[in-house]
């Protein structure tokens, strides 16, 4: 069974941080890519940040030298290190393996529940 349950989440001011977790099945964590992902309300989820079984890192432009994806294999765990943070990063954010080659977010079948990032003064 596909377990993924995030956490870390909260209300933070502009230029504050945030570290979210994800707690992940081994099924799912120790063959895969992770990412971690998010979405706005009435908009499509967008990925955020992947990091590959190896530690790869790769980033969407938006957070940039802001944000940090790493994963602590022995402990099945995604993490984002979320600094400076701004306004436009409030959204829920979900994590999940990476989709296959060509394959696209939509093709992902099972989500957590998210943990929702709320940056305001």
């Known amino acids: 069974q596909v377990q993924l349950v995030e956490s870390g989440g909260g209300l933070v001011q502009p230029g504050g941080s945030l570290r979210l977790s994800c707690a992940a099945s081994?099924?799912?964590?120790?063959?895969?890519?992770m990412a971690w992902y998010r979405q706005v309300p009435g908009k499509q989820r967008e990925l955020v940040a992947t990091?590959?079984?190896?530690?790869?890192?790769n980033y969407t432009d938006s957070v940039k030298g802001r944000f940090t994806i790493s994963r602590d294999n022995a402990k099945n765990t995604l993490y984002l290190q979320m600094n400076s943070l701004k306004p436009e990063d409030t959204a829920d954010y979900y994590c999940?393996?990476?989709?296959?080659?060509?394959?696209?977010?939509?093709?992902?079948?099972?989500w957590g529940q998210g943990t929702q990032v709320l940056v305001s003064s």
């Open positions: 999940n393996r990476v989709p296959a080659p060509g394959a696209t977010i939509g093709s992902l079948q099972y």
């Open positions: 081994g099924r799912i964590f120790r063959f895969n890519g």
């Open positions: 990091i590959s079984l190896l530690g790869r890192t």
